[in-house]
């Protein structure tokens, strides 16, 4: 099976800086492949722009040229369908990513004629509730976080699973993730690393007051309801961020509704990285100290 159409995205600052871009659709076009570019590119390379939710719901496969920040943005603009995402590494950790730049132009076959791997990651649907009025949903490819802003003062929280009461506690905050998301935020505060194939949602408390309050995975066919039981003040910023690039305030009583997404994204691999590898290499997992 061939694939017909790929679209290009790339971080805004490194457009002048991708490696053989023109060669690379050139060969693309040569292949019979429709090639769409997002509007950074397009003004780089004098073509028709495309915003990131149309290359995300038209095109087979997007091809990311950033680093993780830049994948979590696209895939938070996903569309009605599931897409397939292969990240170029033009980052600092890159640990979604799964080519470095010089790498692209001789795996372009092995994606058109799809002698590929894709390794499926579910996305969290996160609803803001207010007065029992759903104000706006979004799309959590790695997490959904409540905390405050500059000052450092404990908050109330109170989680409902499936509409069974759970728990409620004071602490900085709560971080809702993904198994992608493990290994970002969540691992700072504590949690645990989940492996991308287990269908899971990890609940992270950021710096309890409760020393008996840990970290729990819970099935991902669950609902999780997280209300918000500290008043806003002029001194405290409440807010639920998405995957660090959108941010939200919050006031007392909101509730923030997280669920696994009917949608997903599949990230290619090429047979050049492998997870636990990149567990050991990019996070230094297992490393001995010395």
Not at 140 to 165: C, E, K, P, T, W
Not at 185 to 211: K, M, Q, R
């Amino acid at each position: 099976m061939k694939i017909k159409s790929i679209g290009l995205t790339s971080k805004d600052k490194i457009v002048g800086k991708i490696k053989d871009i023109k060669k690379i659709i050139k060969h693309l076009e040569e292949k019979k492949v429709e090639v769409r570019v997002d509007g950074n590119l397009a003004k780089e390379l004098k073509m028709p722009a495309c915003t990131r939710n149309e290359l995300m719901e038209d095109c087979q496969v997007v091809i990311i040229f950033g680093g993780d920040g830049t994948i979590l943005k696209t895939a938070g603009t996903i569309g009605k369908h599931s897409v397939k995402i292969l990240g170029i590494n033009y980052g600092n950790l890159g640990f979604l990513t799964e080519l470095m730049p010089e790498d692209l132009f001789k795996c372009l076959d092995d994606i058109i004629y799809e002698r590929v791997k894709y390794d499926k990651r579910e996305l969290l649907q996160v609803t803001h509730i207010r007065d029992n009025k759903k104000l706006n949903k979004y799309i959590a490819m790695n997490d959904a976080v409540i905390n405050q802003g500059m000052f450092s003062r404990i908050i109330d929280l109170h989680i409902d699973v499936n509409d069974a009461h759970v728990v409620a506690f004071k602490a900085d905050g709560m971080i809702i993730a993904t198994p992608t998301g493990s290994t970002a935020h969540s691992l700072s505060a504590g949690g645990p690393i989940v492996h991308p194939a287990i269908e899971s949602i990890i609940l992270t408390p950021i710096c309890s007051a409760t020393l008996s309050l840990r970290p729990i995975v819970i099935p991902n066919n669950q609902c999780v309801k997280i209300t918000i039981g500290t008043e806003r003040s002029k001194d405290l910023n409440l807010g639920l961020t998405i995957d660090g690039q959108t941010t939200v305030p919050l006031q007392f009583n909101d509730v923030v509704k997280v669920e696994k997404s009917k949608k997903c994204v599949h990230m290619l691999r090429l047979g050049k990285t492998e997870y636990y590898s990149t567990l050991r290499n990019k996070l230094g997992w297992g490393k001995v100290c010395k």
